[in-house]
Each structure stands twice: as structure tokens, then as C-alpha cells.
């Protein structure tokens, strides 16, 4: 099983930016696909962007154009740069291996 552990939550107020960390316990190559997903109070777990090990990057309509996913792979992390962060980005964020791993979440709020 792949431990994950987020870092980089806070409070932010609107317009801010916030990167969020994900430490992975093996080869962070070795997984095919990871992705970042956020669940809001009151809401389902929804995804929010994607990565391929070949750092092929998807982001959901929603955060397009101000989040961005990567990786490095030295460093075996995964990041969420997050920028022009609106209240509704409000949410615990996770990220999560192809093979169903997940971590604990990083409390993103965004309040003047």
C-alpha cells in the first residue's frame, strides 16, 4: 500500500495562492496516474486535476486556467499550484493513486 501525505493547506483570502504538497513512500514513477480531489462541506469527493507518469495533466473545467498539476519525480511529490482562489475552492483536498491509495487531506480555506 502507498502511504500519501498532503501538506500546504491554510486559510487564504480570495485572489491568494496556496501549493499543495503530496508526498508519495515509493518511486513516484511507478504509478501510472495520481490525482488531487477536494470534497466540500455538504458535498461529494469530486477530482480535480490529473497526472500520468508520463506527466500527461488534466484539470476539471472548474479550476482551469488556475490550478496546475505536477510532479517531480527526484523528490517523489506531487503538487497543486492553486492561484486566484475563490470561495467556493473552499474544501479538504486529497490526493489519491490509480490504485485507490489516499491520504489524509489538507484543510484549503478561502475567506476574506
Known amino acids: 500500500q502507498v502511504r500519501l501525505v498532503e501538506s500546504g493547506g491554510g486559510l487564504v483570502q480570495p485572489g491568494g495562492s496556496l501549493r499543495l504538497s503530496c508526498q508519495v513512500s515509493?518511486?513516484?514513477?511507478?504509478?501510472?496516474?495520481m490525482g488531487w480531489y477536494r470534497q466540500a462541506p455538504g458535498k461529494q469527493r469530486e477530482l480535480v486535476a490529473s497526472?500520468?507518469?508520463?506527466?500527461?495533466?488534466k484539470v476539471v473545467d472548474a479550476v482551469k486556467g488556475r490550478f496546475t498539476i505536477s510532479k517531480d519525480n527526484a523528490k517523489n511529490t506531487m503538487y497543486l499550484q492553486m492561484n486566484n482562489l475563490k470561495p467556493e475552492d473552499t474544501a479538504v483536498y486529497y490526493c489519491?493513486?490509480?490504485?485507490?491509495?489516499w491520504g489524509q487531506g489538507t484543510q484549503v480555506t478561502v475567506s476574506s
Open positions: 489519491k493513486t490509480i490504485m485507490n491509495d
Open positions: 515509493e518511486d513516484i514513477l511507478s504509478i501510472s496516474a
Open positions: 497526472i500520468t507518469s508520463d506527466d500527461t495533466t
